[in-house]
């Protein structure tokens, strides 16, 4: 069965709470080559384990990527890591059979078109995520629809977090819910729009709004960890993904990992009681058509 995980990142070693791992510290050139090698093998190798055939890199948004030790000057030593774009173009170049890239950007800054449009015409990029809740605007302010229709005529989709952010000063919380998701789609209906973790704890709003509007799917990236954190009912992941596909249909799914293979992976989804023919959709083929994978 093909499985392609549409929702991953690159490591994020050593930053707490989120990947507990200990970080290599790069002193010059060949120390960061050799750090990005080792952490690509280690990708590739639990993709292997985990029977994984290709995965989605979103980089991150750029004004905050340092934190996560991309594009971070290292004063001691006089350097720059890579940004995570950089990473992730670097990443895919070795392996294009197994990574792909998703760009991660602010489409209300107007240099965001020139470079949205150059990663897709010249770096090969497939997506791209915005993170609207870390700039603070709706989804559907204007002044990011010029952004928008270039990803139109470039034929990309254009993925939105949506739900809760445990870290304030990164995200704030209002814009993260998934409602002006319907107003972006009624009024840009060519729009290709990948609801990021079904509408998070909105997943009810969020599911109704991608059965108002065609041009939206859903990814279920992250759901383990939403599921532990709702209140009142306590849901379980594997009945909410069956849920969702009996509402929405397996048809506009996308299978995504948020780098928790371990919790979510092909085993997990193979035991939730979906047809063959719905977990072949949402483990690999609705991605591989939406994203134009392999072409």
Not at 7 to 34: F, M, Q, T
Not at 135 to 145: I, M, Q, S, T, W
Not at 216 to 227: H, K, P, Q, S
Not at 267 to 294: C, F, H, V
Request: one cysteine or more; charged letters at 30%; aromatic letters at 8%.
């Amino acid at each position: 069965m093909l499985v392609i995980d549409s929702h991953a990142h690159p490591p994020r070693k050593g930053v707490p709470g989120i990947d507990n791992r200990k970080r290599k510290i790069p002193k010059n050139e060949k120390d960061i080559e050799s750090i990005f090698l080792e952490d690509i093998d280690e990708i590739i190798a639990e993709m292997d384990e985990l029977h994984t055939d290709k995965k989605v890199l979103i980089a991150m948004p750029p004004d905050i990527e340092k934190e996560f030790h991309y594009g971070e000057y290292i004063p001691e030593y006089n350097i720059r890591t890579l940004t995570s774009h950089e990473w992730i173009s670097k990443a895919v170049a070795l392996y294009p059979d197994r990574l792909a890239a998703c760009a991660c950007l602010n489409p209300i800054e107007k240099s965001s078109i020139q470079v949205i449009e150059d990663l897709v015409k010249n770096k090969g990029f497939k997506e791209v995520k915005i993170h609207q809740a870390h700039y603070n605007f709706e989804v559907n302010d204007k002044r990011a629809y010029q952004f928008y229709e270039k990803c139109i005529e470039l034929d990309i989709p254009v993925a939105f977090h949506t739900g809760f952010s445990p870290v304030p000063l990164i995200d704030r919380y209002i814009p993260t819910m998934p409602h002006n998701l319907d107003e972006l789609a009624y009024e840009l209906p060519e729009l290709k729009i990948n609801m990021c973790h079904g509408g998070g704890n909105w997943y009810q709003d969020g599911i109704m709004i991608a059965l108002r509007n065609p041009n939206i799917v859903i990814d279920i990236a992250g759901i383990t960890d939403l599921c532990a954190k709702l209140v009142y009912p306590r849901v379980e992941a594997k009945d909410l993904i069956k849920r969702f596909v009996e509402v929405l249909g397996a048809d506009r799914i996308l299978y995504g990992t948020d780098n928790m293979d371990r919790e979510l992976n092909l085993d997990m989804m193979s035991k939730i009681g979906l047809t063959d023919i719905e977990l072949e959709k949402i483990m690999g083929k609705n991605a591989q058509r939406y994203l134009k994978l392999w072409e």
